[in-house]
């Protein structure tokens, strides 16, 4: 089954999604503006999803609801929003869209209250995933993925502050190094990449290493988001040599998919439960790309069982290659961590 006409639609939906993150920024929003535009960002992606597919079965499982743009207070916020949808809707091709009303644009929002779920499809979005990337002008990413039958059949990062060249070495400071990727991959068909401003396509795979010792890896930006000490204790025990590139979002599974690093991991604090739209759309562009995605007893990560993943400890990606010592030291590095305490 091709999923050709949804993956259009999910990287039109994402790519403008990111062209009013990126607008946003240049217009100095107050951070309060800018924190309102992730739901900005989900009612453009959920309108254009369901003007493509209408149907009563239609399903979005996504990160924000409209329960804050409601308040006396958001007034403002709200109407700044709806200003920015509708300037980014009319700037693309689609000319028969009348302008949303700031109605709209709550409901839009509030369609991405699915709970997901193992049967039938289910679109699933982070508006803007690594918010505080977002806000410090870092790394940040619109993901979007479709779940058929439980499992993720396609997905698109727009990772508009990533570097078209490698990130792992990149130079802050050099301007040269042009940013803006989309990523997309569907089941069975490889994944792509190419410039936000559209460039044509080219094919992209996993680091191809079996050597740790020359392989580096990601982790989150924000040591609230995963421990940093455990992830340090593994990288020794691998022999990975040099230090960890740590930025946030989703961006972290395209810059592998591309083969920038070979490791990816995140282990979170005790208590937190993942949720399904900070992973699916990263998961299938590794998966597509040659790697594997699983969590820390080596499970594959399972999206069918509603809004949260609740897996086993923490997510590990790499390539077909390293995955079983990176599986054994993560497990050893557990153990040790535990008795420790
Ligand atoms: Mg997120």
Same mark, same amino acid.
């Not at 693309?92 to 949303?100: G, K």
């Not at 599974?253 to 739209?277: C, N, T």
């Given at each position: 089954?091709?999923?050709?006409?949804?993956?259009?639609?999910?990287?039109?939906?994402?790519?403008?999604?990111?062209?009013?993150?990126?607008?946003?920024?240049?217009?100095?929003?107050?951070?309060?503006?800018?924190?309102?535009?992730?739901?900005?960002?989900?009612?453009?992606?959920?309108?254009?999803?369901? /003007? +493509?597919?209408?149907?009563?079965?239609?399903? *979005? #499982?996504? =990160?924000?609801? !409209? &329960? $804050?743009?409601?308040?006396?207070? @958001? /007034? +403002?916020?709200?109407?700044?929003?709806?200003? *920015? #949808?509708? =300037?980014?809707? !009319? &700037? $693309?091709?689609?000319?028969?869209? @009348?302008?949303?009303?700031?109605?709209?644009?709550?409901?839009?929002?509030?369609?991405?209250? !699915?709970?997901?779920?193992?049967?039938?499809?289910?679109?699933?979005?982070?508006?803007?995933?690594?918010?505080?990337?977002?806000?410090?002008?870092?790394?940040?990413?619109?993901?979007?993925?479709?779940?058929?039958?439980?499992?993720?059949?396609?997905?698109?990062?727009?990772?508009?502050?990533?570097?078209?060249?490698?990130?792992?070495?990149?130079?802050?400071?050099?301007?040269?190094?042009?940013?803006?990727?989309?990523?997309?991959?569907?089941?069975?068909?490889?994944?792509?990449?190419?410039?936000?401003?559209?460039?044509?396509?080219?094919?992209?795979?996993?680091?191809?290493?079996?050597?740790?010792?020359?392989?580096?890896?990601?982790?989150?930006?924000?040591?609230?988001?995963?421990?940093?000490?455990?992830?340090?204790?593994?990288?020794?025990?691998?022999?990975?040599?040099?230090?960890?590139?740590?930025?946030?979002?989703?961006?972290?599974?395209?810059?592998?998919?591309?083969?920038?690093?070979?490791?990816?991991?995140?282990?979170?604090?005790?208590?937190?439960?993942?949720?399904?739209?900070?992973?699916?759309?990263?998961?299938?562009?590794?998966?597509?790309?040659?790697?594997?995605?699983?969590?820390?007893?080596?499970?594959?990560?399972?999206?069918?069982?509603?809004?949260?993943?609740?897996?086993?400890?923490?997510?590990?990606?790499?390539?077909?290659?390293?995955?079983?010592?990176?599986?054994?030291?993560?497990?050893?590095?557990?153990?040790?961590?535990?008795?420790?305490?």
């Amino acid at each position: 089954m091709s999923y050709n006409k949804q993956l259009d639609a999910a990287k039109k939906a994402a790519s403008l999604a990111a062209r009013l993150c990126q607008v946003s920024l240049l217009r100095l929003l107050s951070p309060f503006s800018r924190i309102g535009l992730l739901k900005g960002s989900q009612a453009i992606v959920s309108f254009i999803l369901e /003007k +493509e597919f209408p149907s009563v079965s239609f399903s *979005l #499982v996504a =990160e924000e609801d !409209s &329960g $804050d743009l409601r308040k006396e207070e @958001s /007034k +403002e916020t709200l109407h700044r929003i709806t200003e *920015l #949808v509708n =300037e980014t809707l !009319s &700037g $693309d091709e689609i000319s028969d869209i @009348s302008p949303l009303s700031e109605e709209d644009i709550l409901i839009a929002i509030d369609k991405g209250k !699915s709970e997901g779920g193992p049967r039938g499809q289910h679109w699933v979005l982070d508006p803007i995933d690594g918010t505080k990337g977002f806000l410090r002008g870092d790394q940040y990413a619109i993901a979007l993925a479709l779940l058929d039958e439980g499992k993720v059949v396609l997905g698109v990062l727009a990772c508009p502050n990533l570097p078209l060249g490698s990130v792992a070495f990149h130079d802050r400071s050099n301007p040269g190094n042009e940013v803006g990727c989309l990523f997309f991959a569907q089941v069975d068909a490889g994944t792509y990449m190419q410039s936000l401003d559209g460039s044509s396509p080219t094919k992209v795979h996993v680091s191809p290493t079996d050597n740790p010792e020359e392989a580096s890896f990601f982790e989150s930006f924000e040591a609230a988001h995963s421990m940093h000490d455990l992830t340090s204790m593994i990288a020794r025990k691998l022999g990975v040599k040099a230090p960890p590139v740590r930025i946030d979002s989703q961006a972290k599974y395209g810059a592998l998919s591309r083969g920038d690093g070979a490791i990816y991991l995140r282990f979170p604090h005790k208590g937190y439960r993942e949720k399904i739209w900070d992973h699916a759309a990263g998961y299938i562009v590794v998966a597509e790309a040659g790697g594997i995605a699983a969590d820390a007893s080596g499970n594959p990560l399972d999206f069918s069982r509603g809004r949260y993943l609740d897996l086993d400890t923490g997510i590990i990606v790499t390539n077909q290659k390293l995955m079983p010592s990176l599986l054994k030291a993560v497990q050893e590095s557990i153990k040790e961590k535990i008795s420790s305490l």
